[in-house]
């Protein structure tokens, strides 16, 4: 039972989450409204929770990499960030790009997250990925997503 308790604490000293620490953990989530994710991730940021990323994160979702300290945040190599302009719904129900929304949703992601975006055109209608390698450059790894529930604290 030692050896187990043993193991167990060196993978979570390796994952970097204390045993005690709550962990986040998103892996499906195609975004929706902007102020929704802004109130979420708030309470995400004041929490002190551990965020892991190890699956998609798409549309407003993405705003986590502004709302928690880049220090919480980690990827797997499952990790799939998707990016693009904001919209509203115009007059005949299509789609309509919201430029006000969308360089507010810009200025919330770190430096390094906006530079990646500018050097692929930058938000626009199309969705743009980030992951693999280059995402890994920007956040540290994981390993350790078995505790995480899907976007919800472990239990404590």
């Given at each position: 039972?030692?050896?187990?308790?043993?193991?167990?604490?060196?993978?979570?000293?390796?994952?970097?989450?204390?045993?005690?620490?709550?962990?986040?953990?998103?892996?499906?989530?195609?975004?929706?409204?902007?102020?929704?994710?802004?109130?979420?991730?708030?309470?995400?940021?004041?929490?002190?929770?551990?965020?892991?990323?190890?699956?998609?994160?798409?549309?407003?979702?993405?705003?986590?990499?502004?709302?928690?300290?880049?220090?919480?945040?980690?990827?797997?190599?499952?990790?799939?960030?998707?990016f693009h302009a904001?919209?509203?719904?115009?007059?005949?129900?299509?789609?309509?790009?919201?430029?006000?929304?969308?360089?507010?949703?810009?200025?919330?992601?770190?430096?390094?997250?906006?530079?990646?975006?500018?050097?692929?055109?930058?938000?626009?209608?199309?969705?743009?990925?980030?992951?693999?390698?280059?995402?890994?450059?920007?956040?540290?790894?994981?390993?350790?997503?078995?505790?995480?529930?899907?976007?919800?604290?472990?239990?404590?």
């Amino acid at each position: 039972m030692k050896l187990v308790t043993g193991l167990l604490a060196a993978v979570l000293l390796l994952a970097g989450v204390g045993v005690s620490q709550a962990v986040v953990r998103i892996a499906d989530d195609r975004g929706g409204r902007i102020g929704t994710y802004v109130d979420k991730y708030q309470g995400l940021r004041t929490s002190g929770e551990t965020v892991i990323i190890d699956g998609l994160c798409a549309s407003a979702c993405t705003i986590v990499l502004g709302a928690v300290p880049h220090d919480r945040i980690c990827v797997t190599s499952h990790a799939n960030l998707g990016f693009h302009a904001a919209w509203d719904f115009g007059a005949n129900g299509r789609a309509i790009t919201n430029p006000e929304a969308t360089q507010m949703l810009y200025s919330m992601y770190p430096p390094p997250v906006r530079r990646w975006i500018a050097a692929r055109g930058g938000l626009t209608h199309r969705m743009l990925f980030l992951r693999g390698k280059q995402l890994q450059a920007m956040y540290r790894p994981c390993y350790l997503d078995a505790q995480a529930s899907s976007n919800k604290p472990a239990s404590r």
